[in-house]
């Protein structure tokens, strides 16, 4: 006869799954926390550390199934898609900073010059490079990385963990978020982008009038220099678009949530 305690491991290891999956799922597709210098190891701590605490609290009402049952790999499939959910949409508000310092670097010719990202671990231009790390640090400086976790933990509020909440709605709330990235993009981008676009339209006439004084040798190194001006004297309102733009992916994903608890 096999002992109580070991016929009750199984509903023990499924609890601790699902209040697992949602938060991993989460993590895995947020900024800053899928960064490849984030253990693993950290990440699967800091998922019970959320998930077990907040189905103890808002007690979710996990049914007794079997995990390889077809209503259990649906209830497994729910709780990921909602942390995809979650984590995607922050996502597509960070990935704005580098789009922003993709432009730029197109506008200033720098669009050549790749270094490897730190953050992501991949190759891209210098300055998306630094707006990639200045829009972690303003993540972390302004606490978002709170706010996230927070907002993980309320999901379970809106979302209990045990049922199936997987909707068109939600899926396409969070899909449809993605034009974001290009409006947030464009609108940090946009006065620096369209002050190196009036310089090269000056040199240019200025060549064409005058085409003996060769400028055209001069407009790479005049475009760099304008661009790094402009970025400092625009690092303010950059910071500010950026931190809009991070706030701004919050609050999506908690209306996100809501409208398919609702």
Known sequence: MIPAVYSQLEVQLSILLLAMLRPVSALIAAPFFSALQIPVQLRILIAVAIGLPANSV?????????????????????????????????????????????????????????????????????????FSISATLLLLFTGGHLAFIELIYDSYALLPAGGTHISFDMIYRATTYGTKLFVFGITISLPIVSCLILIQLLVGILSRSAPQLNLFSLSLPLTVLAGLMLLVIGMPAIADGISSALSDGLDQARVTLSGSAG
């Open 58 to 130: 808002i007690h979710s009402a996990l049914p007794m199934l079997h995990l390889l049952s077809l209503e259990g790999l649906m209830m497994v499939l729910s709780e990921i898609v909602i942390g995809i959910v979650i984590g995607f949409t922050l996502q597509m508000a960070y990935s704005s900073a580098l789009m922003a310092g993709e432009m730029i670097s197109s506008a200033m010719g720098l669009s050549f010059s790749a270094s490897i990202d730190p953050v992501n671990g991949s190759a891209s231009v210098a300055l998306s490079t630094f």
